[in-house]
Structures are given as C-alpha cells and as structure tokens.
C-alpha cells in the first residue's frame, strides 16, 4: 500500500516561488510513476507534471518553463518546484502515484489529500 502526504502550500505573491513535497510512506514509490494535479474551483483537474519510474518527464503546457518536477526515490519523495506563479496557478495540489512505470498506461491509483496553493496578483 502507497499512502501520499503534500506539504509546502501556502500564499504566495505572483511572481513568487513554492516547493511541494510528497512523502509516501508504505511500500518504496521507486518502481512507480509519480505525478502531480491540480484542481481549481470550479474547474478539472488537470495533469501538471509527472516523472515516471526511470526519469521521463512530462509537463502541463501551462507550466512549462516556470515548474521542476523530481523524485527523490532512497527519500520516498516528490517535489514540486514552482517558480514564476501565478494567480492561475491557484488550486489545490494532488500528489499521485501509479502502480505502474507511467502514469499514460496505467491511471494512478494514490492519492494524497492535497495542499492548498494560493497566488495572489
């Protein structure tokens, strides 16, 4: 069993920088694909970057440039470095894992609760 838990949310002015991390405890995430989400009020969730089992990275096209996404697999974590926000960035921020290698063959299946982010212009 995976269990995922953010931190690193909070307030930020536009312009400004966050780093979220994810922990998992349980079973080593190594042999997973790690992703981040996000969802904003009133909106879907969309994909913001992900990293599979050996390193591919993908980004949300809205994120490109300004976010890193790494893993850190002795640790059991996930980061998410977030620079040049915006308030269109505002959401709250999902850690997720797959059972397997990439998120694009098999659909996470863990979840953490998630942290809130807030930009304000």
């Known amino acids: 069993q995976v269990q995922l838990v953010e931190s690193g949310g909070g307030l930020v002015q536009t312009g400004g920088s966050l780093r979220l991390s994810c922990a998992s405890s349980?079973?080593?995430?190594?042999?997973?694909?790690m992703a981040w989400y996000r969802q904003a009020t009133g909106k879907q969730r969309e994909l913001v970057a992900t990293?599979?089992?050996?390193?591919?990275?993908v980004y949300g096209d809205s994120v490109k440039g300004r976010f890193t996404i790494s893993r850190d697999n002795a640790k059991n974590t996930v980061s998410l470095q977030m620079n040049s926000l915006k308030p269109e960035d505002t959401a709250v921020y999902y850690c997720?894992?797959?059972?397997?290698?990439?998120?694009?063959?098999?659909?996470?299946?863990?979840w953490g609760p998630g942290t809130q982010v807030t930009v304000s212009s």
């Open positions: 349980g079973r080593t995430i190594s042999t997973n694909a």
């Open positions: 997720a894992a797959s059972r397997g290698p990439n998120i694009f063959v098999i659909a996470p299946q863990y």
């Open positions: 990293i599979s089992s050996v390193g591919n990275i």
